[in-house]
């Protein structure tokens, strides 16, 4: 008889671009091995709660699909044909490509191109090191937050907010753009507390009646892009009706009179025209807002990644200034926490070798960087050569067809290290094994949350894998570049940052498992002053102010004050459904896809149909469609689904291309034009056709 395995949970931390960056303890089997994934109880803020994808962990870690042996292409690019090679063959065949790019056309036609497939500031920001210490084009990352944080910044002037935990002693909850049950589950854990303890209602915006929308007291759902009208119909109310806190207003903010002025002629009837939310509901929800000001807004990103996202969400966050609920311990709002935390990167990222001077080409732009758009190259040098780690651009990246067009030139040298064989990694010339999170040694900050943790080694990796340090460390002794930090350990880098940062020592986090970075409560709260000059919160930004502006260029009508900005892609005669791109519930963008639990739940790519639209085209549940616009067209089948407006189509995703019967993934009909202020990727912001096959 076998004896069983005897496992031992050791303290982690989640790798992944959620928000709330959970304190993990993970079930160790053996030196190879993990079982069970679970929430850290003791954590404040995790609370012993995590999300069911994580709780999986080991279906990733031990999927037979990893990727284990370095591997240099065989047949035609993207036909999946590879031949194993050494990992010495590879690196320097891959130094040869970078060198080879570099000597026809400068460093600049080198992109090192990477994301938040790991949020670990080791192996997630040791590339650009290479990147400055090489002098190759900078990366201008949007794809996530750059529209959202733009809308926060231009009215608080600093990236932080109210303690998220302080959600438990609300005696209002509101969750706008964020589907959390899915996305960040925490979150509910914190909210659904404050109801059962205190009463709190939990109030939910969004565009479709999903599970966070379910669990709501009050849910509201909007047309996509028009949550800045409901936000400033929501405002004139609170003026109207005596609940504005004037006396707060006029200490804190720049120009409540005007403010006040501006709103009088947006009417809960005005909002109800723009966003589909019936006036009594936009009424109901104000007057509860009047009655609580003891409310607490966790503002999402959703919402923002529309053309005027960053407008709605600077809307969406002036409703707690106008309510004075910043005042209160379980009032105010969160969007994120991300610049409380202070970090010293100069050894991570090689700040002492960056050259501001060179470019920066624009990570949503790609495929117009490599079909050699001269606005996108900055009227530079062609990209000839990628380096590619934790992103996969082909599947997630807007406006597909290009970046497949990009990723097919035969002058293109491409190298991926990757985990499993994404869409990406098919498309390259050069493919290297990386390891999980498990797998090696990093350091982690909450976005959503306030905590810094330490995701130890835990496990050796499969095969051949390695993480992403050795990769780029052993690079460099290729490319002749030095700088002290490729002779580090990972460790050595968390220890050195840690220290540069006043964070104390990595002997101190490993002993204590995490730190607690929040602020005082009167600088989260912003009661010391707002982030600007004279401590006011702008109801009258300067957009051309707001940190992370890269260029002059763009449009000088933006609202003066909060305001449905008409800037969306408008449906038309031709294209006359609105389609949002919203996270699937078993899926983290294109992670997880390959984990056979989450596979099976969510079955195939599928669109949400209104059942009104889809009985006017004859589209029954299970018919397979087609939609189209001037991008391309992608198949799928649809869901009837009565959760959502009329006219407004819902697509969860993100599935693998080869998903789909053509191989086209939903981001060929997403745009990759770059929205105001700051450039981004409005994933939720596209008008299509709809058609039965």
């Known amino acids: ?221 909007v047309r996509p892009g028009t949550d800045a009208a409901l936000a400033c119909g929501v405002m004139h109310v609170l003026f109207r009706d005596g609940h504005a806190d004037h006396a707060y207003m006029a200490r804190y903010a720049d120009d409540p009179v005007g403010f006040e002025a501006h709103l009088a002629s947006r009417t809960p009837a005005w909002a109800s025209a723009i966003c589909g939310v019936p006036e009594a509901d936009i009424e109901a929800f104000a007057k509860l807002l009047g009655q609580r000001p003891r409310s607490y807004f966790r503002i999402g990103y959703g919402f923002a990644r529309s053309r005027n996202g960053a407008v709605a969400l600077h809307a969406v966050s002036s409703i707690p200034v106008v309510m004075g609920a910043w005042q209160h311990e379980g009032g105010g709002a969160l969007h994120s926490n991300s610049g409380m935390f202070g970090w010293d990167k100069t050894a991570i990222e090689g700040l002492d070798l960056r050259d501001p001077s060179i470019r920066k080409l624009d990570q949503s732009r790609i495929g117009a960087v490599l079909t050699g758009d001269a606005e996108a190259l900055r009227h530079g040098p062609p990209v000839a050569a990628l380096f590619i780690q934790n992103t996969n651009p082909v599947s997630v990246a807007p406006d597909q067809e290009v970046v497949k067009r990009g990723f097919a030139r035969e002058d293109l040298f491409t190298v991926v290290h990757e985990q499993v064989m994404t869409d990406t990694a098919r498309m390259a010339d050069i493919v290297l094994p990386a390891t999980m999170f498990v797998e090696h040694d990093d350091l982690y900050q909450g976005g959503g949350q306030q905590h810094i943790l330490l995701g130890p080694k835990l496990i050796d990796p499969p095969g051949e894998c390695r993480n992403n340090h050795e990769v780029i460390s052993a690079l460099a002794k290729r490319l002749g570049v030095e700088h002290p930090a490729f002779d580090m350990t990972p460790r050595a880098l968390i220890d050195q940052t840690l220290q540069a940062s006043g964070r104390g020592t990595l002997d101190n986090l490993e002993q204590h498992r995490w730190i607690d970075c929040q602020q005082p409560f009167e600088k989260a709260h912003f009661l010391d002053g707002f982030g600007w000059p004279d401590g006011r919160y702008r109801f009258k930004p300067d957009w051309s102010s707001v940190p992370g502006i890269q260029s002059a260029e763009w449009p000088t009508d933006m609202p003066t004050f909060p305001d449905q900005w008409n800037v969306i892609e408008v449906a038309d005669a031709a294209h006359p459904f609105r389609l949002a791109t919203s996270p699937a519930r078993n899926f983290l963008n294109s992670s997880f896809t390959e984990a056979p639990t989450g596979l099976a739940k969510e079955v195939r790519p599928s669109v949400l149909v209104h059942p009104d639209d889809a009985a006017a085209l004859s589209i029954v549940d299970g018919d397979k469609v087609e939609l189209c616009n001037t991008r391309g067209a992608v198949r799928l089948h649809a869901k009837v689904f009565a959760g959502l407006r009329r006219g407004v189509l819902v697509a969860e995703s993100i599935w693998p291309n080869d998903a789909y019967e053509d191989g086209r993934g939903i981001n060929t009909l997403t745009g990759a034009d770059a929205p105001a202020p700051v450039g981004g990727a409005a994933f939720h912001d596209n008008k299509v056709a709809l058609t039965r096959l």
């Open 1 to 221: 008889m076998n004896a069983p395995l005897r496992s031992i949970r050791r303290a982690s931390a989640c790798p992944h671009d959620c928000p709330s960056c959970c304190a993990l303890e993970v079930e160790v089997l053996d030196g190879r091995t993990i079982g069970r994934v679970y929430g850290a109880a003791d954590n404040s803020y995790t609370a012993g709660v995590i999300c069911a994808k994580v709780a999986r962990y080991a279906e990733r870690v031990h999927n037979p699909n990893r990727l284990t042996h370095p591997m240099l292409r065989a047949g035609p690019k993207g036909s999946g044909q590879f031949a194993q090679i050494s990992w010495d063959e590879a690196l320097d065949r891959t130094a040869d490509g970078l060198l080879d790019a570099e000597r026809r056309l400068g460093p600049e036609a080198v992109w090192p191109y990477y994301y938040a497939g790991t949020m670990g500031l080791v192996m997630r920001d040791g590339i650009n090191r290479l990147r400055h210490a090489k002098r190759y084009s900078d990366q201008y990352s949007t794809i996530c937050t750059a529209l959202s944080w733009a809308g926060y910044m231009a009215g608080h002037g600093r990236l932080t907010g109210a303690d998220p935990r302080e959600m438990a002693k609300s005696d209002c909850v509101v969750l706008w753009g964020t589907n959390a049950v899915v996305t960040q589950v925490n979150v509910m854990t914190h909210a659904v507390r404050a109801r059962k303890d205190r009463g709190a209602p939990i109030v939910a915006v969004d565009i479709y009646d999903n599970p966070t929308m379910k669990q709501a007291d009050l849910a509201l759902l």
